[in-house]
């Protein structure tokens, strides 16, 4: 689990998809692409399925082959470290030939310039051979899910859902050296604080004797193991479900990275028997001004005005729920309940939570989504989302911030200016909308 400021997990995909203006969801560091729908001994590998990348406008703070500052910089982190109850045994193993890694660098600074439309990252994040390879991972490793079930609540589905979105089942943990490059993104400044405590706790992991420096590999953001966690989060909640007195994440048996998803998810309220989210229908003449996250009503309230399900039964009473619409009017309608906040613990962006509770569903036997999506639509670049941001601030609609991320404020406004002109105010900024307000 990766783990960022405000206590939840690494983000893979922050970049790659919808991003919140509002909330801690943009401080994520980025990890690993997302593997693709690809076979292979049986297994997802890695292809990338994340958007092209702006060149970097920024400078290091250290050329490639420079080490000399970066150097003298961790000379000084011995001394807080050691502040902070790290032996100096443990920092002589650790940072023995630890240099700067430019290349950790140059990805963190790769920011996406295009967002990737929800339903092409739903076409690899629940593609048939991941459904498939989740059903057979089901299979193989039924009794110790059946067991992790049982001790945390959580169902195995969903367990096994995070598992094949951050690592295809286990099949691409990442190779980097976590030690090496916590330290260069500590070093480099630009999120410091944030990486010099994630670097302080990977060496409290290694002084306590789960894992090796040597072993200790990850992600390039440092984000480890079958469910790749930032190191925080491991410290906070990875447990030892094989007693074998080390909460081992890294080697090839998931035994302990899987418990410790169930119960990251499990400490942070999650509900048995509870849906992540069920997709609905929606009636002739609905509200769309009641589709936002801090409107819920009991899924018995919202059929009373006719949101049903694609084959139009009403949803049990599990619980206050909202409606979200990921692609607009146009697309997926879906009835969230709290265990949507819940899998946003782990990564923050609506299309992995979609795309976990998905896949959990057809892992658990259900159908794909009913109702298409608009995929005709081309998602605003970076720049249009700025501008849009910018063009709706000045008519009057303030979206609280121009930084290209469509979060709250944003879908707020868009539906503001929808409701004054007379459109669909469902919130979902489109190209048109934007080729109006020019």
Not at 70 to 81: D, S
Not at 138 to 145: I, M, P, R, S
Not at 283 to 289: L, N
């Amino acid at each position: 689990m990766r783990k960022c400021i405000g206590g939840v997990m690494t983000a893979a995909l922050w970049a790659s998809i919808v991003q919140a203006d509002t909330t801690d969801k943009s401080i994520r560091p980025l990890a690993r692409p997302l593997v693709d729908n690809v076979q292979l001994a049986s297994a997802d590998v890695t292809v990338s399925v994340r958007p092209v990348l702006r060149p970097i406008t920024e400078a290091h703070r250290v050329s490639a082959g420079g080490n000399a500052r970066f150097q003298a910089w961790l000379g000084a982190f011995r001394a807080r470290a050691q502040a902070q109850g790290i032996l100096g045994s443990t920092l002589d193993r650790a940072l023995a030939g630890v240099t700067y890694d430019s290349d950790v660098i140059k990805r963190d600074r790769n920011q996406a310039e295009f967002s990737k439309p929800i339903w092409e990252y739903l076409d690899s994040a629940v593609s048939d051979t991941r459904v498939s390879n989740g059903r057979a991972g089901l299979a193989q490793h039924q009794d110790t899910l059946t067991r992790i079930e049982a001790q945390y609540g959580v169902e195995k589905e969903v367990v096994t859902a995070i598992w094949g979105l951050e690592t295809a089942f286990g099949t691409y943990r990442g190779s980097d050296q976590t030690i090496r490059s916590l330290a260069t993104l500590a070093f480099d400044g630009r999120r410091s604080r944030f990486f010099e405590a994630q670097l302080i706790a990977a060496l409290q992991i290694i002084q306590a004797g789960d894992v090796g420096a040597a072993n200790m590999v990850g992600s390039w953001a440092g984000a480890m193991g079958h469910t790749q966690f930032m190191p925080t989060s491991f410290l906070e909640h990875a447990v030892d479900f094989d007693g074998d007195g080390r909460r081992d994440i890294w080697s090839d048996d998931p035994t302990d990275a899987l418990a410790s998803a169930a119960a990251y998810l499990a400490r942070h309220g999650w509900k048995q028997g509870q849906p992540w989210g069920v997709e609905v229908r929606l009636p002739q003449g609905f509200d769309y001004a009641q589709a936002r996250r801090d409107h819920t009503l009991l899924p018995s309230e919202w059929a009373a005005q006719g949101v049903l399900t694609p084959s139009g039964q009403a949803i049990p009473d599990h619980g206050p729920a909202a409606i979200l619409l990921p692609a607009g009017g146009r697309g997926v309608a879906l009835m969230i309940f709290d265990n949507f906040k819940v899998i946003e613990k782990y990564n923050g962006a609506d299309a992995y939570v979609i795309g976990i509770g998905h896949l959990s569903d057809r892992l658990a036997g259900g159908a794909p989504f009913q109702t298409g999506w608009p995929r005709g639509d081309r998602v605003l670049s970076f720049a249009e989302r700025k501008e849009l941001q910018r063009r709706l601030t000045q008519a009057g609609f303030d979206t609280k911030g121009i930084d290209g991320r469509t979060g709250p404020n944003t879908i707020n406004a868009v539906r503001a200016f929808q409701v004054a002109q007379g459109l669909v105010p469902d919130g979902y900024p489109t190209l048109s909308l934007l080729e109006r307000m020019r």
